[in-house]
């Protein structure tokens, strides 16, 4: 399968035409894009946009690659109802990665003065950012300890033509290996890789033990190696089908003001950990793509993030209850606060042992909500529907102080403190009042009433 975003949106616009719009018109790199896509989600609509013409810069500016999980059916090859168990069965298939020699993005390499970031159509996002911000950044770099490669996204702030803020707020593997490199007093080599195919940004969210690499988990993604390339001033391996390539160093010692930021929250954060990255050359493929992940609260970010816990949600909870039907984690929560489970229940307890499981895949999680399988969790109506008919406060409901939480969650403490809260919304074992359904032949019949009423509406 070919690595690249192009060949995606290649792909994306031979199979689903109306779900790729050119934006022609020129737009301001300040809000525009953001107004645009907020715009379009207002309506319903999560198609990807090419922004061909953004004041100020000769490169189109791609975004909303990843804004509904339609299209990570599409990276992995799959229809949709089919996307989670195929990650599932691909992620435990890991292949190592091979290495290009000669990679697009060595066509052109800037060094040293020629750097400058202001040249790229670097985005800001809402009023509240005090700068530019590079939201697809996906941060390259290895553990100085065990030489254990990772991927991930962290905002970027442009402070001038060479240096940005970076912060590493969600306290995983770049953070870890950050603060190794300074233990050693070291600075952390890494490359920020702009303009990927969405395989890579469902990967970067996995949650792996800290030795083991996210490259080899991607290849296992793609049935196939992950293609890597040497970076052009690094010993650093990268994505070979990435856009631009930016490389540089996490500076040791070194904090700066960094923020406030529009975040998927839907509120400005003032809280950053305010580390610094040096670049120090710029390689980019001929006619490069700039990638743009739209910040606040909103379907692009908060969809790559939602999707790859699912999946985590789903293995885990396997391993303790048995007949677990799905698992959801949306929007609504902002993509990681939320998550919904629907289980078979065949004892008393399960819905809590789902409910600790899933405390203990991510610290972002702190409202669990496990219903029957009759419930649909995808259905938010109908999830609320059944806390509604099904649950008691005195015994439906778990209560954990003092957990890990979220830094960037506006209700934690400034440490990042929170009150986890399991909620079971499951009917008790045995009789119980009986859900109104009607028969599959009237759903079928009516469903064929219903269109025939809307085409004579429609003369
Ligand atoms: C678009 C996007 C932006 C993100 N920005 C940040 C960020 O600024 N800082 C951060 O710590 N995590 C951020 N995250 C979450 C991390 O990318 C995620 O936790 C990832 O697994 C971290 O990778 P690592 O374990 O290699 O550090 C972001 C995620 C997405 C999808």
């Not at 500016?61 to 990570?72: E, I, Q, Y």
């Not at 509604?388 to 015994?395: I, L």
């Not at 025939?452 to 429609?458: F, L």
């Amino acid at each position: 399968m070919p690595q690249e975003l192009r060949d995606f949106i290649a792909k994306m616009e031979a199979d689903r035409p109306d779900e790729v719009l050119h934006i022609q018109d020129e737009v301001d790199p300040k809000y525009d894009v953001t107004g645009v896509m907020l715009e379009a989600e207002r309506h319903g609509h999560y198609p990807l946009f090419l922004f061909h013409r953004i004041k100020g810069s000769d490169l189109p500016v791609v975004t909303g690659v990843l804004s509904h999980r339609k299209r990570f059916a599409d990276a992995l090859g799959v229809p949709l109802e089919q996307a989670t168990q195929t990650y599932i069965r691909r992620s435990v298939n890991r292949i190592a990665p091979s290495e290009i020699r000669k990679a697009p993005f060595h066509a052109n390499v800037q060094t040293g003065s020629e750097v400058d970031l202001t040249k790229l159509p670097i985005l800001t996002y809402f009023p509240v950012d005090p700068a530019p911000y590079i939201t697809a950044a996906m941060v390259v770099t290895r553990d100085p300890i065990t030489g254990t490669d990772t991927l991930g996204y962290h905002r970027c702030m442009v402070k001038c033509k060479n240096r940005l803020g970076i912060s590493l707020h969600g306290r995983r593997r770049v953070w870890e290996y950050q603060l190794r490199a300074e233990e050693l007093k070291q600075d952390l080599p890494a490359a920020i890789c702009i303009g990927l195919h969405p395989i890579h940004s469902l990967a970067s969210m996995a949650l792996l033990p800290y030795d083991e690499s996210k490259f080899q988990l991607i290849g296992g993604l793609f049935g196939e190696p992950m293609e890597v390339a040497r970076c052009a001033t690094l010993d650093l391996m990268v994505p070979a089908w990435s856009e631009i390539v930016l490389e540089g160093r996490i500076l040791s010692g070194v904090r700066e003001p960094e923020g406030p930021f529009s975040e998927f929250t839907g509120y400005a954060s003032y809280r950053s950990t305010r580390h610094v990255f040096l670049v120090e050359a710029v390689s980019y493929r001929d006619k490069p793509l700039y990638q743009s992940i739209c910040s606040g609260f909103a379907g692009d970010l908060n969809t790559i993030m939602g999707f790859t816990r699912e999946t985590d949600v789903i293995e885990a909870v396997r391993r303790t209850v048995p007949n677990v039907k799905a698992v959801h984690v949306p929007i609504s929560g902002c993509g990681i606060f939320h998550c919904y489970i629907s289980i078979k229940k065949t004892a008393e307890g399960q819905p809590q042992q789902a409910i600790y499981a899933a405390f203990g895949i991510d610290h972002g999680c702190k409202l669990v909500i496990v219903v029957d399988d009759d419930v649909d969790v995808f259905d938010e109506k109908d999830v609320l529907w059944a806390m509604s008919t099904r649950m008691q406060g005195d015994r439906s409901i778990m209560v954990m102080p003092r957990s890990m939480g979220v830094i960037l969650d506006p209700s934690t403490t400034e440490q990042g403190v929170t009150t986890k809260v399991g909620i079971d919304s499951t009917r008790p074992l045995g009789p119980y009042a009986q859900r109104l359904e009607l028969s599959v032949d009237t759903k079928v019949r009516a469903a064929k009433l219903w269109e025939e009423a809307q085409v004579q509406m429609r003369r």
